[in-house]
């Protein structure tokens, strides 16, 4: 968890509930506290540096306490780290935490991006709740076509903004036998369309 979650009582709650944790501080103050505490300091990155030092606090359970020193701007700058994980080095916790899901940074980015979440606005709070409700149900349909259709393609890596952009935005047509789904027809001309088309055949067969 990113520092917005790390308060003292937010971290017991989840301790006591027996959640495992790799979580950051959320106060300043305490890191450079902290940082005088440490007796020694390992590199870690370029211009950063990890420590240990006992809990600050009593948190319920057992857990172990990392502070990370970075250079920027010829001054050195403290946060700190709490965990109840067994790894065997300091720096794995930190790849760690810089591993999580980064929700913050490439979810809410490439929702905005990819799906207009800035540049629509609605007037009434309703109206704004029900986009947000709707943008959600965009990304988690993404998702699932991402695992479903596109994985394993030339496509993989491709984010909300580029699959809506670039692939989702073929012209085309949906021709139905029956009222069932009987092939999706792109436009030949476009790039991406016979790659396309084998990727919406197994997503929609399931397979």
């Known amino acids: 968890m990113d520092g917005g979650s790390g308060a003292d009582d937010e ?25 005088k505490k440490v007796g020694r300091w390992d590199p870690y990155q370029e211009n950063s540096w990890l420590g240990e030092v006992e809990p600050p606090i009593d948190y319920g359970r057992p857990v172990r306490v990392f502070v ?13 780290y709490v965990s109840t994980l067994s790894l065997p080095s300091k720096s794995c916790f930190l790849h760690l935490y810089d591993d999580r899901g980064s929700a913050e940074v490439e979810q809410f980015r490439n929702d905005k991006n990819g799906l207009s979440m800035e540049a629509r606005r609605k007037h009434s709070f309703l109206g704004q709740k029900g986009y947000i409700l709707l943008t959600d ?28 952009r670039d692939l989702l935005a073929i012209p085309g047509k949906l021709v139905f036998n029956d009222k069932r789904l009987a092939r999706v027809e792109l436009l030949s001309q476009n790039q991406f369309s016979e790659a396309l088309a084998i990727c919406l055949e197994r997503y929609c067969s399931g397979g």
């Open 11 to 35: 971290l017991r709650w989840l301790l006591a509930k027996d959640y495992h944790i790799m979580a950051k501080g959320i106060s300043n103050r305490r890191a450079e506290a902290l940082a």
């Open 68 to 80: 990370k020193r970075r250079l920027k701007n010829g001054e050195y700058l403290h946060s700190y």
């Open 137 to 164: 149900l965009a990304h988690n349909l993404l998702a699932d076509f991402c695992h479903q259709a596109l994985a394993g393609t030339k496509f993989e890596g491709y984010g909300p903004k580029r699959i809506v």
